[in-house]
């Protein structure tokens, strides 16, 4: 067998309940068309893989290694089926037909055959990975059925910000992995900011040496109540990011490198300070003479928030920053470069000679033309380079730059208004559910987090093409994005705890049609298994509470509850008696019945814990029998 490709997807296990029964065969996300047949098709070890084309070899060797991982068996590969020998087969041939990144799979008795070409190909056997049941002796039973499929949008992303915390190498590939799993194509790499700047650039080395360093954080949410003067540091090497962005492209996901300006540079300013606008200064100095300023030896930001500090727009900072877009440019080959653009404060600029004699020069009304001024400039040398930038949806202020890409996360106005004037879109609003730095419930059991409360119902919910818009306008939505933002995510499991299962709904929305999304199918059916699956992988997770269950008060003397745990292979634990459910308590046989006395209150108290320990959030029920 050719050298197994790596990946967080050979721990995909299956579970013993089957997806056999379920309308999308337990794909995430929900397939174009699924039309189950009768039969299976048995996949034992005398099956045999049959992919002859070379551009498909990393595609088959994941299959081969899935199928060895949940099977205990390796497929042999030979160039063809022999008479009556039963196989799976993956080919280009006929994928000319099919839409862009889609493909065809079809399952009967004698054969496994998945059509696509590239991406199409992989996404196709992410899904038959999927549909894969447990082991029944010494084969797996694989449905008979034929699933034709391709995405909603061509840009459906993943955010991650690695400043405010910094994750490894590792860890930023297993998210590839997981985004892979879930046929999500752009991953947002947020690599600078004012609380680290985490990417080397060999021109300007106190960027990390001094720009990664950071000396502390606070201790809660913001503005907390101390500072735990943990340092957090770290940064990628040229050569780690090229390794991420090859395993990337391994993967079909395209990496979109994030370099923030002209505000969130506070990191920048610690290393370079004459990149720096602030009133006490202005006159700016020559880019090789020292310097001396008020704000030499500044640190990094220990705390979260929007600070004062911005970038000046001197011909030193664009020759600085075109010097760094320069070596960026070399090590990710996307067509779209992040130029942040949001936030960005205006208080030094407005009390800066330097940038009020700057407005006047160049015929400005105001600071915000200004920003204009300053990213349509550095728009212009991205656009020299073959490159187009996207911006927060900020850059709309003042004026858009011509070819900018706007990313609508304010809300959905931003990316109305970008539409209207022809400009692509991304649409990622942390109103909608798309912000999973946002708490998970209302509960108090939530870790500290940013606010909020964004269920997955949410996210689910939202259908990223704004119904304001004409049908011409429309085509510049091109796609969506959730973010996750890291100023209280300190660790890989709590990351992936804000994580999932909201990057499920996200899939579903970015790929699936809309007549295909299936709320209860999706919660009840497929959330279950697949959490069950990221469960025995090692993946932490926002447990669900449990299905059937409201906080609402229930009046009245008998309730019967049919609660069903919304994790495969979970337990849903319960009290009556006021105290915190746990193991011990007693465990929910469906339906359950709870008599209140008259003139009484009870609470009906759960939780839910998975087969490895993993808990839910305590859910109360208040049940009321007082007379009225």
Request: charged share 20%; aromatic share 10%.
């Amino acid at each position: 067998m050719k050298k197994v490709i790596s990946g967080l997807v050979l721990a995909f296990v299956t579970l013993s309940v089957s997806a056999q029964t379920d309308a999308n065969l337990g794909i995430i996300p929900a397939p174009v068309s699924v039309e189950r047949q009768s039969g299976f098709f048995k996949l034992d070890k005398t099956v045999v893989l049959v992919s002859n084309e070379t551009t498909n070899a990393a595609t088959a060797d994941m299959l081969n290694a899935f199928i060895t991982g949940n099977g205990g068996f390796a497929l042999r590969t030979p160039k063809s089926a022999a008479n009556g020998e039963r196989a799976i087969l993956l080919t280009s041939e006929g994928a000319d037909q099919l839409p862009e990144e889609g493909y065809l799979l079809e399952v009967n008795a004698k054969t496994i055959k998945v059509t696509g070409k590239g991406a199409g190909l992989f996404y196709g056997v992410q899904s038959l990975m999927q549909m894969m049941p447990e082991k029944k002796g010494q084969e797996i039973d694989v449905p008979a059925s034929k699933i034709q499929d391709y995405p909603r949008f061509k840009y459906r992303g993943m955010h991650l910000d690695v400043c405010r915390h910094f994750f490894s190498v590792a860890f930023v590939k297993k998210y590839i992995d997981l985004m892979a799993a879930y046929k999500l194509n752009n991953f947002h790499w947020h690599l600078t900011d004012d609380q680290g700047w985490r990417i080397e650039i060999k021109k300007y080395p106190k960027l990390t040496s001094v720009g990664s360093v950071r000396a502390g954080s606070v201790i809660g949410h913001h503005p907390g109540v101390a500072a735990d003067n943990m340092p957090v540091k770290g940064y990628y090497t040229q050569a780690e990011v090229k390794e991420v962005v090859a395993y990337a492209a391994r993967k079909f996901i395209n990496v979109i490198p994030e370099i923030e300006m002209p505000g969130h540079a506070s990191a920048a300013i610690a290393a370079y300070p004459q990149l720096s606008c602030f009133p006490e200064r202005d006159t700016y100095i020559d880019p090789k003479a020292p310097w001396s300023g008020p704000r030499k030896g500044k640190q990094v930001q220990q705390t979260w928030g929007v600070f004062d500090d911005v970038f000046v727009p001197s011909e030193y900072t664009f020759g600085f920053i075109q010097d760094v877009l320069d070596e960026v440019l070399v090590l990710f080959p996307s067509k779209y470069i992040h130029i942040g653009g949001d936030e960005s404060p205006k208080e030094y600029w407005k009390q800066s000679a330097f940038c009020q004699q700057l407005i006047k020069e160049k015929g400005l009304k105001d600071e915000h033309e200004l920003q204009s001024y300053f990213i349509q400039r550095i728009e212009k040398y991205i656009n020299t380079k073959g490159r187009t930038i996207i911006g927060w949806d900020e850059i709309l202020e003042g004026g858009l730059a011509p070819n900018a890409t706007v990313m609508s996360w304010r809300g959905v106005e931003g990316g109305i208004a970008a539409a209207k004037l022809n400009h692509n879109v991304i649409m990622t609003p942390g109103t909608n559910g798309l912000y999973v730095d946002h708490a998970q419930s209302s509960s108090p059991d939530e870790p500290v987090n940013i606010g909020g409360n964004s269920p997955y119902s949410k996210a689910y919910s939202y259908d990223p093409v704004p119904a304001e818009l004409s049908d011409d306008q429309k085509k510049f939505i091109e796609g969506v994005q959730a973010n996750i933002w890291t100023e209280y995510v300190e660790n890989d499991a709590k990351l992936e705890y804000q994580v999932f299962p909201r990057m499920m709904a996200l899939s579903e929305i970015a790929w699936s049609p809309v007549a295909r999304k299936d709320f209860k199918n999706f919660s009840e059916e497929r959330i279950p298994l697949h959490l069950a699956r990221l469960d025995k992988a090692g993946v932490n997770f926002w447990v669900p509470t449990p299905l059937g269950q409201s906080d609402k008060q229930i009046d009245g003397e008998e309730s019967t509850f049919t609660l069903k745990a919304p994790v495969n292979g979970s337990t849903v634990y319960y009290t009556l008696d006021g105290t915190r459910p746990s193991e011990v308590s007693n465990s929910v046989k469906a339906p359950l019945k709870v008599t209140v006395p008259k003139g009484k209150k009870l609470e009906l108290k759960t939780i839910v814990i998975t087969s490895t320990g993993k808990r839910s959030v305590v859910t109360s029920t208040p049940l009321n029998n007082e007379a009225k």
